[in-house]
């Protein structure tokens, strides 16, 4: 009576492995990439609705001055959340006023945590975007956009 084995040698159990670490390597940079995307778009979004906030605080006051928290004209502001994302409880990026005087606001996006040294997200009255791409500290050439 022949006798069947069933079952798979360790060569190729082996090269199932290696194959699958290949291509893991190939595909955690690229999710990473992706979720660091997704965060930074999250920041755009509440920075936006941040600066719907200062329109609405302006029609109230005529004013931007005083909009961050204790009353002052920079700092974390006190109409809206100090964090993005706005919803969940991991928070990527501090929200607060930069500059503020009676025409004019600077709103910044302060990456933290995980998304740490991504460069800081700035909008401004005008709607001007800028992105700290190369997280140097300043907005040099080519970052005075947000990334599509």
Same mark, same amino acid.
């Given at each position: 009576?022949?006798?069947?084995?069933?079952?798979?040698?360790?060569?190729?159990?082996?090269? !199932? !492995?290696?194959?699958?670490? !290949?291509?893991?390597?190939?595909?955690?940079?690229?999710?990473?990439?992706?979720?660091?995307?997704?965060?930074?778009?999250?920041?755009?979004?509440?920075?936006?609705?941040?600066?719907?906030?200062?329109?609405?605080?302006?029609?109230?006051?005529?004013?931007?001055?005083?909009?961050?928290?204790?009353? !002052?004209?920079?700092?974390?502001?006190?109409?809206?959340?100090?964090?993005?994302?706005?919803?969940?409880?991991?928070?990527?990026?501090?929200?607060?006023?930069?500059?503020?005087?009676?025409?004019?606001?600077?709103?910044?996006?302060?990456?933290?945590?995980?998304?740490?040294?991504?460069?800081?997200?700035?909008?401004?009255?005008?709607?001007?975007?800028?992105?700290?791409?190369?997280?140097?500290?300043?907005?040099?050439?080519?970052?005075?956009?947000?990334?599509?």
């Amino acid at each position: 009576m022949e006798h069947k084995q069933r079952g798979f040698t360790l060569i190729e159990l082996l090269i !199932v !492995v290696a194959i699958i670490g !290949v291509i893991t390597a190939f595909a955690y940079p690229s999710y990473q990439d992706y979720v660091e995307r997704t965060r930074r778009a999250d920041a755009q979004g509440a920075l936006m609705e941040f600066s719907a906030a200062m329109e609405r605080y302006y029609a109230s006051n005529n004013s931007y001055e005083g909009a961050a928290s204790g009353g !002052v004209d920079t700092g974390a502001p006190a109409m809206f959340a100090d964090e993005a994302p706005l919803e969940g409880n991991n928070k990527f990026y501090d929200l607060t006023i930069s500059a503020a005087d009676a025409n004019s606001y600077t709103l910044r996006a302060t990456p933290k945590g995980g998304q740490a040294g991504d460069g800081i997200l700035e909008l401004d009255s005008t709607g001007a975007r800028r992105w700290d791409q190369d997280n140097s500290g300043g907005f040099g050439t080519g970052e005075n956009d947000w990334e599509e």
